[in-house]
């Protein structure tokens, strides 16, 4: 598939394969992510979808193909690389810091903080201290936002599944990124919740962050989507805008079949 | 002095260089989760360098063959025994540390415990092989010109000083931004790297930390002593600080001190006294070895966050520039 | 005469290469034992066993009061040890692993138990048998002369039971539906409960040949080196891990080629440096491939 490369497109993936022994986890799959917009990726389970973001944040080191961040190519680079890139995901099943406290794990977050430096930390404790409070206020602000703010001293390890998406979801958020890749970030959140999500993820989008979304909700995905890509068994299967795809027979097929 | 004042300032000396040993092992494993098995060969680094750093050039006879002699004054061996150490670090670490599984560092640390301690005993030049170093001067005591009975309270002052810079460091580290990089990898490097930490500089960062610790440790252990061989840093050594890790409270500072307390007090003191049977002449020895291991195991399945737990951290949220109403214009906190 | 010179040494060298490698050999049998024995155990419950060099340990003792105190022939004494070690082996999972993994104790915590689990029984052994060297006594046999290699006939028993050993292992991974469990829990322990294999049986079992192989291969080491001390084991644990790796973690063939790998590399190089520090070679190949293959390198890709 011939890709057009829009110069609005701050994530682009072409040709990515990758198997695991004998299952063709990724099978040539292209697709672009442009600046400013929510794109879902969709598709049964098995399709690939979790492989394909593992693949753009460098958790698993691809067989072939390209990954562009920003024009920058950042295949199979180590992750902690392209995260510092601004491309920061989240897990499909969360995973919290479980011996750190909710706003611990908040704080975990922001890139390139003064006190990770052994040496600042200890010799540049008032500067320190400084920017401590200012990341604090941010995370402060976030877990108001996600209803999470009353278990802030809480070890996250005790959070109920669903906050534990929550608290992944605005960690993720917390370092800022420009781009963000959500692996289901609304299984188990109860649907007042989604609701909510919903509209946080729309007016990010708004101010300019880029979201690839896994989602299995599909009238979740028609409603904050601007861009669908649907995945079955490995490859890109059809492309466009979610009212579109739903009349497609492939589309159709592949949901009810598979 | 009497012999009960004596013994309880040697106590009170090692006490205090356990405390340091433990810190640096607590900052490894307690903090980063990382498996030294094989900490005490840091120590033994750390106590042959400042060693050979404060003894005369060496005469190349028996008992005298030994690299540099420098003969240089206190400070500065136990510097030069923290750099050692952290060598040894860097190098086993950029081996072991890149792996995924914390298994392999472990068997890296196992097998460089082996080979450091086979190289030493083995190669006489370094370290005067099997029957170690001797005659390590004791700092200051040029100037004091004390005898040993008395010079115990100088190096008791001397460890105290050591024991609280370490502590005060050790703290500042733990409960900063770093410390919390360190626990954030301990529970999930996969998280932490999907933040832009990169992991493995991290935990380099706290072997080598940890490794320093140990090797001021040992540094002070030869200063005291005088002496040191092959038989000072067996295995059973370096789990003895496990065990006080771990029953003290692993993550947690305060703990260490306490462990540091118990177990090799009332380890090396307590089963000293237990009889040796000419048959057997290191059935203590080999007694203490089997409850170590057993304090371990037990320590491991009844309380393994130890008897002072690391202490949750609780922010203190008064006077913060907050970003307003939630949900208000402004999603994206500054 | 440098041309001279050269070939005078060069026809020595090939002796003497011949030489190592028939060491290397039985080297090579003794470590395959104990390197499949841990790579298997590995394989099945997915954390290294840092007592398994005093599984070796045990081994050796038990025959040695089979065989000096209850005046049993060697090879008697060797099996007796090695079953007696397989149940002790059994034991130690059911009394002290199983209730830490019921507990679903972190990897960490595992392996410190596995390393205080070591210290105990080393020390154990120790305070029952003393710390001073014992040696078995048997005749080592009829020397045999192979072209330049020379064995004893005790070595060449040492080399058969390596091989009939390993044909087993390999018959029992590939021919036994139990052997097969194995392999497949040791490819993908997700997929292997999901699809219905019977993980506690399969552990028992791995936990058993585990010992098995190790006691017996304590035994063919003791012969070996002649004569040993309770550091038997612990001493020669880094050489199985430099097998083990070297053929990959968890893989019970990668470990025979290991095992023949690090037999051979440190016997001949012991031809011509001096043997106390043979063990740094194969110390130096473990970094080597920790460095270079972490996966082993007979793998294609790991599970590193
Ligand atoms: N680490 C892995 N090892 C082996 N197979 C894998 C691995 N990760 C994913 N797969 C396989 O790749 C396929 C795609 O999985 P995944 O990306 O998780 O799908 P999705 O997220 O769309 O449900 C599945 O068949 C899965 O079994
Ligand atoms: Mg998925």
Redesign the interface.
């Known amino acids: 598939m011939a890709i057009v490369s829009f110069p609005s497109s701050i994530l682009k993936v072409t040709n990515l394969a990758k198997s695991f022994g004998g299952v063709k986890a990724i099978n040539d799959v292209s697709f672009i992510v442009r600046e400013g917009t929510v794109t879902g990726l969709i598709g049964p389970n098995g399709a690939g979808k979790s492989s394909v973001v593992n693949a753009i944040s460098g958790f698993t080191q691809v067989d072939r193909g390209v990954v562009e961040l920003a024009g920058h190519d950042i295949t199979n680079q180590a992750p902690h690389r392209i995260a510092a890139r601004g491309l920061i995901r989240s897990f499909q099943i969360a995973r919290e810091l479980q011996k750190l406290t909710v706003l611990e794990n908040m704080m975990v977050a922001p890139f390139q903080q003064l006190g990770e430096s052994p040496w600042r930390a200890l010799i540049s404790r008032r500067a320190v201290m400084r920017e401590e409070r200012e990341h604090l206020a941010a995370a402060v602000d976030w877990l108001q936002m996600f209803n999470l703010f009353p278990l802030r001293d809480e070890y996250a390890g005790n959070l109920s599944g669903g906050q534990k998406k929550l608290l992944e979801l605005a960690r993720a958020l917390m370092a800022k990124p420009k781009v963000v890749l959500l692996d289901e970030p609304m299984a188990g959140v109860n649907p007042t919740l989604t609701k909510t999500l919903q509209g946080y993820i729309s007016r990010l989008r708004d101010q300019g962050v880029t979201f690839l979304l896994i989602e299995h909700n599909l009238s979740v995905v028609e409603a904050i989507c601007d861009h669908v890509v649907v995945l079955a068994e490995g490859a890109v299967l059809a492309e466009g805008q979610m009212n579109e795809l739903r009349e497609t027979e492939e589309v159709i097929s592949a949901y009810l079949g598979g | 002095m009497s012999s009960l004042v004596f013994y309880l300032l040697t106590v009170a000396i090692f006490f205090c260089i356990y405390s340091i040993y433990g810190w640096g092992l607590n900052l490894q494993f307690g903090l980063t989760g990382i498996l030294n098995f094989t900490y005490i060969t840091f120590v033994a680094i750390g106590a042959y360098f400042a060693g050979v750093a404060a003894l005369q050039p060496g005469n190349g006879g028996i008992g005298g063959q030994y690299i540099l002699g420098w003969h240089l004054p206190f400070p500065i061996p136990p510097i030069i025994g923290g750099i050692a150490a952290a060598i040894l670090a860097l190098l086993v670490g950029y081996v072991g540390l890149k792996r995924l599984r914390s298994d392999y560092l472990a068997i890296v640390t196992v097998s460089v415990g082996q080979i450091v301690w086979t190289l030493i005993g083995n190669i006489t030049p370094l370290f005067n092989g099997w029957d170690g170093l001797a005659g390590v001067p004791q700092p200051f005591n040029s100037i004091f010109q004390l005898d040993f009975n008395h010079y115990q309270w100088i190096f008791l002052v001397i460890c105290i000083l050591f024991a609280v810079l370490g502590f005060w460091i050790i703290e500042r580290l733990t409960h900063s931004p770093f410390g919390r990089v360190l626990r954030a990898i301990r529970e999930d490097e996969d998280v932490a790297a999907a933040l832009g930490k990169n992991v493995f500089r991290y935990k380099m960062m706290a072997f080598v930390i940890g490794s320093i610790y140990a090797g001021v440790g040992g540094a002070l252990t030869i200063a005291y002593i005088g002496a040191f061989n092959p038989s000072g840093f067996t295995t059973m050594e370096t789990f003895i600080i496990w065990a006080a890790m771990l029953v003290g409270g692993s993550g947690n500072n305060r703990g260490m001190i306490l462990g540091a307390f118990i177990v090799p007090v009332l380890f090396n003191e307590g089963t000293r006294f237990l009889p040796s049977t000419p048959g057997n002449p290191l059935l203590a020895v080999s007694i203490r070895g089997m409850a170590i291991g057993l304090l371990l195991i037990l320590a491991a399945r009844y309380r393994p966050q130890g008897i002072l737990p690391e202490r949750k951290t609780i922010f203190r949220l008064d006077g913060l520039q907050q970003g307003g109403e939630v949900g208000g214009d402004r999603v994206v906190p500054q | 005469m440098e041309w001279n010179k050269r070939a005078r040494r060069e026809s020595c060298d090939v002796s003497l290469l011949l030489m190592g490698v028939g060491f290397g050999l039985i080297t090579a049998s003794v470590l395959a034992i104990a390197s499949v024995g841990l790579t298997l155990q590995f394989g099945v419950t997915n ?2 066993n ?1 007592a398994y060099g005093e599984f070796l340990t045990i081994g050796a003792y038990l025959a040695y009061f089979f065989s000096a105190v209850a005046n049993l022939n060697i090879w008697l004494s060797m099996l007796l040890a090695a079953l007696l070690t397989a149940g002790i082996s059994w034991l130690i999972n059911r009394v ?1 692993i199983q ?2 993994l019921k507990r679903k ?1 972190p ?3 595992l ?3 596995t ?10 052994v ?2 029952i048998a ?2 001073s060297f014992q040696q078995y006594v048997t005749a080592p046999g009829a020397i045999v002369n192979i072209g330049p290699m020379i064995f004893t006939a005790q070595q060449l028993v040492i080399v058969g039971i390596a091989i009939v050993l390993m044909t087993v292992v390999h018959l029992l991974l590939k021919y036994t539906r139990i052997g097969k469990a194995m392999r497949s829990m040791s490819d993908d322990p997700d997929l292997a409960r999901i699809s219905g294999v019977p993980i506690q049986r399969v552990t028992d079992l791995a936990w058993l040949i585990s010992g098995f192989l190790a006691g017996l291969a304590g035994v063919v080491l003791a012969i070996n080196v002649t004569s040993f001390t309770p550091a038997l084991g ?2 020669f ?2 050489i199985i ?2 097998a083990v ?1 070297v053929g990959g ?1 968890g893989r019970p063939y990668g470990a025979m080629l290991g095992a023949l790998l690090i037999g051979l590399v440190t016997e001949v190089s012991a031809m011509y440096i ?1 043997s ?2 043979k ?2 070679v194969a ?1 130096a190949i ?2 080597i491939v ?2 270079f293959r ?1 996966q082993g390198i007979f793998t294609s890709r790991g599970r ?1």
């Open positions: 954390f290294v840092f002290v209730p830490f104790a990897l960490l915590i392996l410190v138990v390393i205080g689990l070591s210290l105990f029984l080393e020390n154990g120790q305070a003393g710390p612990s001493q644990l880094f891990f430099a790796i973690i001096d106390a520090y063990t740094v110390f473990l970094v920790l460095l972490p590193v």
